[in-house]
């Protein structure tokens, strides 16, 4: 079956230290990957796309990297603050559709 | 910068009642999207469209209908709203094109059926 996994613990690290989340996925041929954050009683909001023929994207301190040879992306943010604290959502864009297809997200929490 | 409105934050409806969730974009996107996310279940597709009197069912689209008039306004419609319908409901439009564009997202509509 077809399946888009986050790690749905949340995950705490101290400020100034490097978060990365993971999402991982089956039998989906995803054409086009996105992040985006959802702070609390807010709706998401997008961070970055990668593309099925990248390798990484940056973006300031948010770097994506996308290995559909292991079915996955990891997505980091480098010199955390806690105004990064939120939860953390992929999203695919299987070829072929019209439709996204979201995670549950990974809420992370950075400590001062 | 693109503004999508959801015209209630938080709503209380009874069992049995027809519920319209409205949704207004300002950024002549032809795509819109209604999604409900419940914890757990991440964000799940209700209906889709892509332009004007267009739409598309998704993959939950059972007990909802939508209506789009105009370009800007996409409504979402419980037909006789159930308990199990309680939920978080976003609204998103995005530009159509052969590059996938990024969704812009409402801030929601916490709906309760009671």
């Known amino acids: 079956s077809q399946k888009i996994e986050q790690n749905s613990e949340a995950l705490n690290i101290q400020e100034g230290k490097t978060a990365t989340l993971t999402c991982n996925y089956t039998?989906?041929?995803?054409?086009?990957l996105q992040w985006y954050r959802q702070d609390p009683g807010r709706g998401p909001v997008f961070l970055l796309l990668?593309?099925?023929?990248?390798k990484e994207k940056r973006k300031e301190r948010l770097k994506v990297t996308f290995d559909t040879t292991l079915k996955q992306s990891l997505f980091h943010i480098t010199a955390s603050q806690p105004a990064d604290s939120a939860t953390y959502l992929c999203?695919?864009?299987?070829?072929?559709?019209?439709?996204?297809?979201f995670g549950t997200g990974t809420r992370l929490k950075v400590l001062a | 910068d693109v503004k999508v409105t959801q015209s209630s934050r938080y709503l209380v409806k009874r069992t049995g009642e027809k519920v319209f969730l409205e949704c207004v974009q300002d950024?002549?996107?032809?795509?819109m999207f209604w999604y409900r996310q419940d914890p757990g279940l991440g964000l799940r597709l209700i209906y889709f469209?892509?332009?004007?009197?267009?739409?598309e069912k998704g993959d939950i689209p059972e007990g909802y209908s939508v209506s789009r008039e105009k370009k800007e306004r996409f409504s979402l419609i419980l037909e006789s709203a159930s308990t199990n319908q309680t939920s978080m409901y976003l609204c998103?439009?995005?530009?159509?094109?052969?590059?996938?564009?990024?969704?812009?997202f409402g801030d929601g509509t916490r709906l309760s059926i009671l």
């Open positions: 998103a439009s995005s530009f159509p094109g052969s590059e996938v564009q990024p969704q812009h």
């Open positions: 039998n989906y041929s995803p054409a086009y």
């Open positions: 990668i593309r099925e023929n990248e």
């Open positions: 999203a695919l864009y299987p070829s072929g559709t019209y439709k996204y297809i």
């Open positions: 950024m002549d996107h032809e795509n």
């Open positions: 469209s892509y332009d004007v009197k267009m739409k």
